[in-house]
């Protein structure tokens, strides 16, 4: 009786081992295909990579900064009228020009200054 009773405790021990091994194998394998399936930056770190808000509010930054650009220049008096024109396109679509770089260097200490945003109409 004895024996026989050790050998359904060894049975049942056993396969409540299998059981819990297979269970173990099978979630790991959906984590290894979750893994697998999810964007290389995530897997490090989740910061990595923008959320759509993110991305939105950046956007919403450029705009809001490429439109006081615009308005900086519409708004000095001893550029002419064809320099402004200039400008203005490149702003909107060659932002790493020269001429531009050139301007934003000259008037680097007018665009940093606070009452510049009150003079274009930004109070941001």
């Known amino acids: 009786m004895k024996n026989g009773l050790l050998t359904l405790l060894l049975g049942v021990v056993a ?14 394998l959906q984590q290894k295909k979750a893994y697998e399936n999810m964007p290389v930056a995530h897997r ?40 402004k024109e200039k400008l203005i396109s490149d702003v909107k679509h060659n932002p790493f020009s020269n001429r531009l770089k050139k301007f934003t260097s000259s008037y680097k200490s007018q ?14």
């Open 111 to 124: 665009l940093t200054k606070p009452e510049t945003l009150n003079w274009v109409g930004l109070n941001k």
């Open 15 to 28: 396969a409540g081992t299998t059981y819990a091994q297979q269970t173990a194998k099978s979630t790991m």
């Open 44 to 83: 490090f770190d989740d910061g990595l990579t923008l959320n759509a808000k993110d991305i939105a509010k950046k956007q919403a930054a450029h705009e809001d900064k490429k439109q006081f650009l615009i308005l900086f220049i519409q708004g000095l008096d001893e550029l002419k009228d064809k320099e």
